[in-house]
């Protein structure tokens, strides 16, 4: 089974906060490593998405720091927001195809005002 | 505005029943995705269409069916076999050459009481 192992579970950081998920992953043909964010009740939808010819892809307050080396990416949020509070997935696949997509477990932050 | 729309967002069923959950997209879009979200675990997929009157099972399609006659339209059944069918589901969706972003409905919520 491809694994994608995400930690920590859950997150509270104070505003104007880093706040930091990591996600590591086993297989080495993966070439396409999205996060997802969900608010309570809704679906999720894409934050911010890098291929392994990066180090590092940055949005706004969110960057995404990946060590192919390592099979390790992480998703760093600069200045942390209340309404940054949700639930983040990290995922990857192959060939950067959706329906190859796995998933890791999520990580709930908070943060407070 | 494009989007997809599930339905019904909460639904409560008796064991033994089957359900049926609505997804309906009007983003053109070819590709659509049914995926299980449980407390604590990452996106799990059931079912994909990439067209119309095809459809390939996920990593968990036991105890459910899907239908795709129409582009818009991929319904899911939870069918009595499943064994544990109270979940969050996601009705999903990807633009033509499946470049990896998933575009997410807001789910259903099913409770088996």
């Known amino acids: 089974q491809q694994q994608v192992k995400q930690s920590p579970q859950s997150l509270i950081v104070q505003k104007g906060g880093i706040s930091i998920i990591n996600c590591a992953y086993e297989n080495t043909a993966f070439d396409y490593f999205p996060w997802y964010q969900q608010f309570p009740g809704k679906g999720p939808a894409l934050l911010i998405a890098?291929?392994?010819?990066?180090s590092e892809k940055k949005e706004g307050r969110f960057t995404i720091s990946f060590n192919k080396s390592a099979k390790q990416f992480s998703l760093h949020i600069m200045d942390s927001q209340p309404g940054d509070s949700a639930t983040y997935f990290c995922a990857a696949s192959r060939l950067g195809s959706a329906r190859q997509l796995t998933f890791g477990s999520g990580t709930q932050l908070t943060v407070l005002p | 505005d494009g989007g997809i729309t599930q339905s019904p967002k909460y639904l409560f069923r008796k064991e033994g029943q089957n359900v049926t959950l609505s997804c309906e997209q009007n983003?053109?879009?070819?590709?659509m995705y049914w995926y299980r979200q449980d407390p604590g675990q990452g996106l799990r997929l059931i079912y994909y269409?990439?067209?119309?009157?095809?459809?390939q099972k996920g990593d968990i399609a036991e105890g459910y069916s899907v239908s795709r006659e129409k582009k818009e339209s991929f319904p899911l059944t939870v069918t009595s076999a499943q064994k544990n069918p109270t979940a969050f589901y996601l009705c999903?969706?990807?633009?033509?050459?499946?470049?990896?972003?998933?575009?997410f409905g807001e789910g259903s919520r099913l409770t088996v009481l």
């Open positions: 999903a969706s990807t633009r033509r050459g499946d470049t990896g972003e998933l575009f």
């Open positions: 890098i291929r392994p010819d990066v």
């Open positions: 269409s990439q067209i119309v009157n095809d459809f």
């Open positions: 983003l053109n879009h070819d590709a």
